[in-house]
């Protein structure tokens, strides 16, 4: 028997060599194709990178678009945007001998508080086998759009409960070192002012407790260091800040409004060093007004008419404007339509009828709940305001009621005070990020 190669050549009909050509023919062009094709999705993904980043360059802070773009009244064209986007290609674009006709194009727009780039990239692969059976060229093309939103100018508007409640000792350490420590072991560091032998807060300074109030204000302080830090472009927020009063005995007891500490400004080192004034309310003696010293809603309802009309941010003529409300969330206030507590006394959580006016007016309102701890031995708390604070608190719900979609945090003064202001500012501010 001959040999399989040996009978190979010694045909004569031909049909077998030419069914071994095609065979040979077809396992070239799919290795061929294999390589080729894979060469080609290399290259283009090559150039879908370089548009990425052209793209995302192109409206990056401190870009030719952005700084353009943040000036910009109208919707159109932003200038130079699509130039940078291009020469950013480019720059990333790393040339390859199989790759031809390169072609690179950009809009860089802007529409309302967005802007977006996109940039889009035609090129031609010289394929190597495949040319064989007339793919001599593969078309390559890809895209790349990305957004930003316009950086808005913010008013804010800071609102600190540093009524009496406030007094309380920020953490359970410092709650049980106050109950320790007097004769009717009040958790309360009241702060009097005529008897200074009774002074709750004299006596809490001197244990080294920390109340919430001192927490707020330290929080308040480093929030403006953030506020700074956090500008994209000059004077982009103003901050105004307020209290409910520096002492029960000076402030309306049936209304009392907002206390400004200090006025509306863009000069955020300012507003630290006027922050640094925050401190608790003072009360001639325990029981002064019957303890009614937090009324929220004539407060909200004061910061209502102090909160000019809110504009889209877009200008520094038309900021946003955002109430920032930080407290325990328990008012004490002079009602009639309430008879809790005493005559004409509400000890409830609180009312959220003028958060709704306030937001129905288009001003956010970013709320800051400081749990309201439970004070078991406390008279007061056990008589009036345990009920809304377990098993399920009525005080933190009305909280979130009161704050705008996604602008609520809850914190304990022990979990960190300050992280939470600053995580909520965050929030206030986020601009949309990039997206590829």
């Given at each position: 028997?001959?040999p399989?190669?040996?009978?190979f050549?010694a045909?004569t009909?031909?049909?077998?060599a030419?069914?071994?050509?095609?065979?040979i023919?077809a396992?070239?062009?799919l290795?061929?194709?294999?390589i080729?094709?894979?060469?080609?999705?290399?290259?283009r993904?090559?150039l879908?990178?370089?548009?990425?980043v052209?793209s995302?360059?192109?409206?990056?802070?401190?870009?030719?678009?952005?700084?353009?773009?943040i000036?910009?009244?109208?919707n159109?064209?932003?200038?130079?945007g699509?130039?940078?986007a291009?020469?950013?290609?480019n720059?990333n674009?790393?040339?390859?001998?199989e790759l031809s006709?390169v072609?690179?194009?950009?809009?860089v727009?802007k529409?309302g508080s967005v802007?977006t780039?996109?940039?889009?990239?035609?090129?031609?692969?010289?394929?190597?086998?495949?040319?064989?059976i007339?793919?001599?060229?593969i078309?390559l093309n890809?895209?790349?759009?990305?957004s930003s939103?316009?950086?808005p100018f913010?008013?804010f508007y800071?609102l600190?409960?540093n009524s009496?409640?406030?007094?309380v000792g920020?953490?359970t350490?410092d709650?049980?070192?106050m109950v320790?420590?007097t004769p009717?072991?009040?958790?309360?560091?009241?702060?009097?002012?005529?008897?200074?032998?009774?002074d709750?807060?004299?006596k809490?300074k001197s244990?080294?407790?920390t109340?919430?109030?001192?927490?707020?204000?330290?929080?308040t302080?480093k929030?403006m260091t953030t506020?700074?830090?956090t500008?994209?472009?000059?004077?982009?927020?103003?901050?105004?800040?307020?209290?409910?009063?520096v002492?029960?005995?000076?402030?309306?007891?049936?209304?009392?409004?907002?206390?400004?500490?200090?006025?509306l400004?863009?000069?955020?080192?300012?507003?630290?060093?006027?922050?640094s004034?925050i401190d608790?309310?003072?009360i001639?003696?325990q029981g002064?007004?019957?303890?009614?010293?937090?009324n929220?809603d004539?407060?909200l309802k004061d910061m209502?008419n102090?909160i000019?009309?809110?504009?889209?941010?877009?200008?520094?003529s038309?900021?946003?404007?955002?109430?920032?409300?930080v407290?325990?969330?328990?008012t004490?206030?002079?009602?009639?339509?309430?008879?809790?507590g005493?005559?004409?006394?509400?000890?409830?959580?609180?009312?959220?009828?003028?958060?709704?006016?306030?937001?129905?007016?288009?001003v956010?309102?970013?709320?800051?709940?400081t749990t309201?701890?439970?004070?078991p031995t406390n008279s007061?708390?056990?008589?009036?305001m345990?009920?809304y604070v377990?098993?399920t608190?009525?005080i933190?719900a009305q909280?979130?009621?009161c704050a705008s979609?996604g602008?609520?945090?809850e914190v304990?003064?022990s979990?960190?005070i300050?992280?939470?202001m600053?995580?909520?500012?965050q929030?206030v501010?986020?601009?949309?990020r990039?997206?590829?």
């Open positions: 028997m001959l399989l190669f040996a009978r050549r045909s009909s031909g049909a077998t030419i069914i071994v050509a095609f065979g023919l396992v070239i062009i290795v061929g194709g294999a080729d094709f894979g060469r080609a999705v290399q290259l993904s090559n879908q990178d370089s548009a990425d052209a995302v360059g192109a409206i990056a802070v401190n870009s030719v678009a952005y700084k353009a773009g000036q910009m009244m109208g159109g064209t932003i200038s130079g699509a130039a940078q291009i020469s950013i290609f720059s674009y790393q040339p390859a001998a006709g072609s690179p194009s950009a809009t727009s529409s802007m780039a996109k940039v889009t990239v035609t090129a031609s692969y010289k394929s190597y086998l495949l040319g064989m007339g793919l001599g060229t078309p890809v895209s790349s759009t990305s939103t316009v950086p913010i008013d800071l600190l409960d009496p409640s406030m007094g920020a953490t350490a709650i049980n070192t320790a420590n009717d072991k009040c958790a309360f560091a009241c702060h009097e002012d005529d008897k200074p032998g009774a709750y807060y004299a809490a244990l080294g407790v109340t919430r109030i001192d927490v707020v204000r330290q929080a302080q929030l506020a700074e830090a500008e994209t472009i000059a004077n982009q927020y103003r901050v105004a800040i307020y209290h409910f009063g002492s029960a005995n000076s402030i309306d007891q049936k209304n009392p409004g907002a206390y400004k500490v200090s006025d400004t863009s000069n955020l080192s300012k507003s630290a060093s006027d922050a004034a608790l309310m003072t001639p003696y002064y007004n019957s303890d009614r010293q937090t929220f004539t407060v209502n102090e000019k009309t809110p504009g889209d941010g877009m200008s520094a038309s900021p946003q404007k955002v109430l920032f409300f407290s325990d969330g328990a004490d206030s002079y009602d009639c339509a309430y008879s809790n005493n005559t004409c006394r509400r000890i409830t959580p609180l009312d959220t009828t003028t958060c709704k006016v306030l937001k129905n007016r288009g956010r309102i970013a709320v800051l709940y309201y701890l439970p004070l007061f708390y056990n008589s009036w345990a009920k377990t098993p608190s009525q933190a909280m979130q009621a979609d602008l609520y945090f304990s003064p979990q960190g300050p992280a939470a600053n995580a909520l500012f929030r501010v986020s601009v949309v990039i997206n590829s």
